[in-house]
């Protein structure tokens, strides 16, 4: 089983920040990576597919990069809206989630 | 608009049975994979068990293997999730995923809000 680290677990951020999450994979992986937003009490919601493709309505200051076993999401200015757990997720062999990384205000 | 509406959740004894289910709409739902994801109180999100558009094909995490069953009605566009031997730490919430129309490589594009099981005595 593929498994995936993510980093930090948690992270305190003002808005405006640039934010990177960092999801390590246990093998190569290629470009089968996917990024969910969660909120509290909340289903998740696709935000990033393919390590780096936009899913349709999400905002434009998410983005995604890397490939093989190392990859980023990056939200380029933190918004009150983006306050939440964020989960990578491999889809190359079977589907395997990442611990999840909470945002938190600074 | 996709929608996935589950039910079937409830508090049950260890090592009884519980069927959940998953209504799809809004989405040609035979066209597509789909999965059951859960999420256990204040933890992460973990893959349970998937199955193919026609229904053929099943797949189930290590966790749940021998004790759970996926199936499909297409004509009535409904998932389910048979379960039983119920453990505690199958206590979670069970959602319904819907899986990407790409060739090979499918991610979650939609989930349905979820359905809580707890197992307790």
């Given at each position: 089983e593929i498994q995936m680290t993510q980093s930090p677990s948690t992270l305190s951020a003002y808005i405006g920040d640039r934010v990177n999450i960092t999801c390590r994979a246990s093998?190569?992986?290629?470009?089968?990576l996917a990024w969910y937003q969660q909120k509290v009490g909340k289903a998740p919601k696709l935000l990033i597919?393919?390590?780096?493709s936009l899913e349709s309505?999400?905002?434009?200051r998410f983005s995604g990069s890397g490939s093989g076993a190392e990859f980023t999401l990056t939200i380029s200015s933190l918004q009150p809206d983006d306050f939440a757990t964020y989960y990578c997720q491999q889809y190359h062999s079977i589907w395997t989630f990442g611990q999840g990384t909470r945002v938190e205000l600074k | 608009e996709v929608q996935l509406l589950e039910s079937g959740g409830d508090v049950i004894q260890p090592g009884g049975s519980l069927r959940l289910s998953c209504a799809g709409s809004g989405?040609?739902?035979?066209?597509f994979s789909m999965s059951w994801v859960r999420q256990a109180p204040g933890k992460g999100l973990e893959w349970v068990s998937g199955v193919s558009a026609t229904g053929l094909s099943t797949y189930y995490s290590d966790s749940v293997k021998g004790r759970f069953t996926i199936s499909r009605d297409n004509s009535e566009n409904t998932l389910s999730l048979q379960m039983n031997?119920?453990?505690?730490?199958?206590?979670a919430i069970y959602y319904c995923a819907k899986m990407s129309d790409s060739a090979g490589y499918h991610y979650f594009d939609s989930w349905g809000q979820g359905t809580l099981v707890t197992v307790s005595s």
């Open positions: 093998e190569n992986i290629n470009s089968w597919y393919k390590a780096s309505g999400a905002p434009s | 989405f040609t739902f035979s066209r031997n119920l453990r505690a730490e199958d206590t």
